[in-house]
DNA sequence: TCAAAATGGAAAGTACGCTTGACATTGCTT
DNA sequence: AAGCAATGTCAAGCGTACTTTCCATTTTGA
């Protein structure tokens, strides 16, 4: 799974600090969702999505054989 | 969250034991989602999306303060 | 240039997603 | 009513998502 966490956050002008406080989660949960260490849980992605106003598929990016 | 899984699995005419072959995981995961004991990961809820040709979105459901 | 702000990332602990295995219940079909 | 198919559900175990704490590195701005 990639994700254009990154990208959008900085598109937005927000730090990553920001962007864990508003969505209840801490700095470091962003920091690994941003450097593909972990993949959020679907309700984290939920949230993230809804924050930037964007679909999870917009977001997080699922290659066909991600782990067959 | 919520999920349309049962319903969109009936629809299809499709039997838990055969969702669960396809998508790769066992049969008890399906039933557990379709009874709400716990929520997919991302992974998987991404490949059930897929198997069904739906988005995430139209087959689970968000509630806005599903965790405060 | 130098300090503060922002980010990277390790370690240890908790919670949950998913597994296998086993057994109970419900729903056909005859 | 009986028997099999489909589903429900529990328990124990494993991996990972997320936390807090802590320290190192990079980036920014006066």
């Given at each position: 799974m990639?994700?254009?966490l990154e990208e959008i956050r900085k598109q937005r002008g927000i730090k990553q600090e920001e962007l864990a406080t508003a969505l209840e989660?801490?700095?470091q949960t962003?920091?690994?969702l941003e450097n593909g260490r972990y993949n959020p849980s679907?309700?984290?992605a939920f949230k993230i999505?809804?924050?930037?106003?964007?679909?999870i598929?917009?977001?997080?990016?699922?290659e066909e054989d991600e782990n067959a």
């Open positions: 990639n994700n254009r989660v801490s700095r962003i920091g690994s679907i309700l984290l999505a809804r924050f930037f106003g964007m679909s598929e917009e977001i997080f990016i699922y």
